[in-house]
């Protein structure tokens, strides 16, 4: 297992790009820690898999470099480079039982027969195929064949790490939720570092130890899921992240106070003059309804009853609003609008902004 450095990588699949939207993936310069799980996470086209396939040697980026640990990978082939891969549809043997397609590649490795005895036999009970260990591949189930592409990554012990391309998507929604669960244990008993594409943010929050966001092929955000909860540094991560997203509302900033339209709204910090368009983001669990004079009015457009809570979806001006009402809580007839001030987020040009004191 190993360190991964994205050094400056970018990636266009153009001979010669000429412009920034040339490229399906900008520049990316981070470095993974050893033995995390990471997830990827964005809508379709961001670059997910651009990004993947520079990390396992299917593709030479247009620019920069890969190291694992010291050891600068860039131009080195898949097999050269000590990972493991699961793809978004099986990759097994057919003619071969469940067992040995797991055996398969601790066998090319030279694994001591013991060994594989052992790490197959676990890995089986892991993916709950044990009735089916000495099965055909040809026989089972869609299901049950992306089950053992997943066991034939997670067999070996050896890699630098393991990259699983939306390994999920053929299975069926109760058994992904206890694959997850599985991968996840795995995580924390093995170490392996672990980079998981997806463009679920259930799946990635419940996965990762790290999410890394992606939006027209930048990186836009790593964070915990915590962090990308609290603190989305860009607008994207705050729609992309919950449900609903975070409310984005246009706004001139002065000093501790956000104008949005005709209202005035507290900030907990004072802020700079901000350059570029200029927003307000809160996430609607942090909006609270009341009838208090002091709220901001808002009119109702719907509520919808999830359960456990409700979702209030409004207007502010000229603006939509979401606010999450917690069970128990009644919706006034007229109801206003109160912010947690310490939840709101500053944009600029999308990007957060830091506030030039704290408290003013
Ligand atoms: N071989 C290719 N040649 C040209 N353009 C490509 C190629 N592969 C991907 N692209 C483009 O690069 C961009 C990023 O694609 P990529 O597949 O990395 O995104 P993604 O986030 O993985 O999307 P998805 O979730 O749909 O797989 C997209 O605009 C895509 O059309």
Redesign the pocket.
């Known amino acids: 297992m190993a360190r991964l450095v994205l050094d400056h990588i970018a990636h266009s ?1 153009y001979a010669n790009p000429s412009k920034a939207s040339d490229f ?2 900008k520049e990316v310069h981070q470095t993974w820690e050893d033995g995390s799980a990471y997830a990827l996470l ?10 993947l396939n520079i990390i396992s040697g299917l593709l030479t980026p247009s620019h920069g470099h890969v190291l694992f640990g010291d050891k600068d990978v860039t131009l080195l082939p898949t097999e050269d480079r000590n990972i493991a891969q699961v793809f978004q549809f099986p990759v097994i043997y057919d003619t071969m039982t469940v067992a040995e397609n797991l055996a398969f590649p601790l066998k090319n490795r030279g694994v001591p027969a013991p060994d594989i005895k052992r790490r197959v036999a676990e890995t089986i009970e892991m993916l709950g195929l044990a009735d089916q260990a000495n099965r055909k591949a040809r026989g089972l189930t869609a299901d049950e064949k992306q089950k053992i592409s997943l066991g034939r990554g997670l067999v070996r012990h050896d890699v630098n790490a393991i990259l699983f391309d ?1 390994p999920l998507t053929v299975i069926d929604p109760h058994m992904k939720w206890q694959l997850r669960s599985q991968l996840k244990h795995l995580h924390r008993r093995f170490g392996f570092t672990m980079i998981y ?1 997806t ?1 679920d943010q259930t799946e990635a929050l419940t996965f990762a130890d790290k999410v890394v966001v ?1 939006y027209e ?1 930048e990186v836009v955000q790593v964070g915990t899921p915590a962090e990308l909860f609290e603190r989305p540094r860009h607008t994207f991560v705050g729609y992309f992240i919950g449900s609903p997203g975070m409310n984005v509302l246009p706004a001139e900033i002065a000093g501790n106070v956000a104008r949005v339209g005709g209202d005035e709204i507290r900030l907990p910090a004072s802020y700079a003059p901000v350059s570029g368009k200029s927003e307000i983001g809160i996430r609607p669990e942090f909006v609270h309804l009341s009838d208090d004079a002091s709220g901001l009015p808002i009119t109702v457009r719907g509520v919808d009853d999830i359960g456990r809570y409700r979702i209030l979806r409004g207007q502010l001006g000229a603006h939509t609003l979401n606010a999450i009402v917690p069970e128990g809580r009644s919706i006034p007839e007229s109801p206003r609008v109160h912010f947690d001030a310490d939840r709101l987020n500053v944009y600029a040009d999308a990007h957060l902004v830091e506030p030039a004191s704290r408290g003013a």
Do not use: D, I, Q, R
């Open positions: 699949y399906a993936l964005g809508p379709s086209g961001c670059g997910k898999t651009t990004l939306e594409v463009h992606m092929g």
